[in-house]
């Protein structure tokens, strides 16, 4: 109750924390093998996966062609991530978005592999601030979307950008 009583938007807050089925008991091993909802070509996916494999973790990866309607409006994967992005994994019934999120998650919950920020707070917060550069300045450059829109305002220009 404390998380949505801090929120700005407090219905919107409370209607995800329900439709989420989030616990506040972040010591607790996942039960399941996580799932991972995810697109070969999506630099966020990559970091996701990189994540998963420098902790060891086994999980089950389900595929999330970016490029098909079907796929992004299915109402499973609307279900795991109404914003119908990748990527996400899902852990024990309950989904988690946003690739910088699903990373901190996996350090902070798997102890196998190498850690993926530092232990030291200084170079941890250095570590999120370089990495929240490339989320919010370089990738949003590479999106699909982008890129998409790039091939049909330039249509005569001979290039393919996809």
Known sequence: MQFASNCVEREFCMMFVSSHK???DSSVMPNSKPVLYSYWRSSCSWR?????????????????NLLSK???NS??????NPAGKVPALVVDGVPLT????????IDET?????PI?????IHRAQSRAIALQIVAGIQPIQNLRVL???NEQTPGSGAKVL
């Open 22 to 24: 989030l616990t506040l």
């Open 48 to 64: 996701v996966r990189i994540a998963l494999n420098l902790k060891k973790v086994d999980y089950e990866y389900k595929t999330i």
């Open 70 to 72: 079907e796929d992004l």
């Open 75 to 80: 109402p499973d994967f609307l279900a795991v």
């Open 98 to 105: 946003e690739s910088m999120a699903i990373m901190e998650y």
């Open 110 to 114: 798997y102890p196998g592999g190498c």
């Open 117 to 121: 920020l530092p232990k030291d707070p």
């Open 148 to 150: 998409k829109y790039l």
